[in-house]
């Protein structure tokens, strides 16, 4: 217990407690005591590694994403390997589309239904008049992974430009959000009234109000003004993959691998400068008449062989003539070995930076059979599905989703219990005999439903369902027996032991 003092005694104080005791500070810097990780040491093997506090954001400055999206740009229009690796990724993310059904209270609704793809199912769905939904859905696909992300601003119009629905979609690069739109917002002197990260802006309590957007793209050939504006979070989807909890921006999806495919195509180009040096000359021929003329050199009467003009280059086949005296000494050129092992060393990590198979990448199978090329893919599938429904589907098409309703309610349609499902497309088999034979077998068995196996083929169920119905009433009315009829046909080829009559008309 402390000593209380005289004071204490005189004025009754209570004594003053005791100072907790401090734990011994492990003081983590170089030459200081090891820290229990390795990875969190100084010294010359970790002198290389950036620590930084930054939340993503910070890390993700709008110089920064400038950059990167612009390097991406160059390596997409330069490099093969670069457009290679963002088209096969856009094209299994969305390939040909992912398509929609319109339900209400859990049913298809035919007349909603109709009207949704008389209008996204051509081009009066986009601003410019070119794509229908899928193809916007594969050109934001694209600008995701090239340049980290993708805007689409929904655009109202009047009912007199005659559109079956009074909506269209605009895409836009992610250069078009003001990034100098950045810090606290008041609406009154002392009264927060929100914040805007790099032209994102927020309410108090963080939600999205909307975005700060250039007039015109701030990078366009064509006149347009450079001032941005303000538009509301419910007109815009701003879709990217956030790697880190409240990142606000996307970055690049070469952004890994930028250096090291810059590495590698210069490793090419000098492999390719070496292979044209080791075949460039071919001979020296020395002459041995003093006075002589120098075959090549003098091509016109009177014309001195010392005026001719000197050889400062060399192409394939060049056999050079020179005088007696003349000599050249050459350098023998470099091998070119090990040029095929490096580059699927170079090929493999890019393939793993971008996500996605090294055979996808480079088109190269002549080491893959078919146990490894299934690992492979199905380890993609697993990644493309998480890039659709965790990105793509809630962020793109969730957007599509409300504004197509509010359209439909636009025009006088009655929207209550409306919803709206999204089906990606479905994957190729591998092997579909045998797959096929297993999807059945689940199906019987009862692990697996109809409608599942519908969706995992991409196809919406109840379109499947109803167009079999119809497919085996048209075949009872003909009188027709085929051996893909369950109802009718075992899997041997026998006949059924009952086969049911025609469904009859409601």
């Known amino acids: 217990m402390a000593e209380r003092t005289l004071i204490d005694r005189l004025f009754r104080r209570p004594a003053a407690a005791p100072a907790p005791v401090q734990p011994p500070r492990q003081r983590i810097a170089r030459g200081g005591p090891r820290a229990e990780y390795d990875g969190a040491t100084f010294g010359r093997r970790a002198a290389g590694w950036r620590r930084t506090q930054r939340d993503a954001n910070g890390e993700l ?3 920064v994403a400038a950059a990167l999206r612009g390097i991406a740009r160059d390596l997409v229009r330069n490099n093969p390997f670069a457009a290679r690796g963002v088209s096969t990724i856009a094209n299994n993310l969305v390939g040909t589309g992912i398509t929609f059904q319109v339900y209400r209270d859990g049913k298809i609704d035919n007349l909603l239904n109709a009207k949704a793809r008389a209008h996204f199912d051509t081009s009066a769905c986009d ?3 070119r794509h229908d939904l899928y193809g916007l859905q594969l050109q934001a696909a694209r600008t995701i992974v090239e340049s980290g992300a993708v805007v689409v601003r929904r655009r109202w119009r009047r009912a007199s430009d005659g559109l079956p629905l009074p909506v269209q979609l605009q895409v836009l690069e992610p250069d078009y959000i003001d990034p100098s739109k950045h810090g606290p917002l008041e609406t009154a002197p002392g009264v927060n009234g929100g914040f805007l990260v790099n032209g994102v802006q927020f309410n108090p309590i963080g939600a999205r109000e909307g975005y700060w957007l250039y007039n015109g793209h701030p990078g366009s050939a064509r006149p347009s003004s450079l001032g941005s504006t303000f538009i509301k979070a419910v007109d815009v989807a701003h879709v990217f993959r956030a790697d880190r909890p409240e990142m606000e921006h996307g970055a ?3 952004a890994p691998i930028v250096l090291r495919m810059k590495d590698f195509a210069d490793f090419e180009d000098a492999q390719l400068t070496r292979q044209k040096l080791a075949s460039a000359f071919v001979g ?6 003093d006075g002589g003329v120098i075959p090549g050199i003098q091509t016109e009467d009177g014309v001195s062989p010392d005026d001719r003009e000197p050889l400062d280059y060399i192409e394939p086949g060049t056999f050079q003539y020179g005088r007696p005296g003349e000599e050249v000494t050459f350098s023998s ?9 490096y580059t699927k060393v170079s090929l493999r990590a890019i393939a793993a ?3 996605v198979p090294y055979e996808a990448l480079t088109g190269d199978l002549s080491n893959v059979n078919f146990s490894s090329g299934r690992m492979g893919w199905l380890e993609y599938q697993r990644s493309l599905a998480a890039w659709q429904w965790t990105m793509f589907i809630p962020q793109f098409c969730g957007a599509v989703s409300a504004w197509m309703i509010e359209a439909l309610e636009f025009v006088g349609e009655n929207v209550s219990g409306v919803t709206v499902r999204w089906t990606p497309p479905g994957r190729e088999m591998i092997n579909p005999s045998d797959e096929v034979k297993a999807s059945r077998d689940a199906i019987r068995a009862g692990g697996k439903t109809i409608s599942q196996w519908a969706r995992e083929r991409g ?4 379109t499947f369902l109803a167009e079999a119905i119809a497919d085996f009433k048209k075949l009872d009315e003909l009188g027709l027996v085929f051996d893909c009829d369950p109802r009718r046909v075992t ?8 086969a049911p009559s025609a469904p009859k008309e409601s």
């Open 61 to 63: 400055s709008p110089a």
């Open 127 to 129: 601003s410019g008049g």
């Open 252 to 254: 690049t999806w070469l």
């Open 284 to 289: 020296f021929v020395t002459g041995e008449d």
């Open 333 to 341: 050129p470099p091998g070119v070995d090990g040029y095929a092992d």
């Open 353 to 355: 930076g971008l996500g």
């Open 459 to 462: 196809e919406d169920p109840d």
């Open 491 to 498: 899997a041997v080829g026998n006949p059924a032991e009952a």
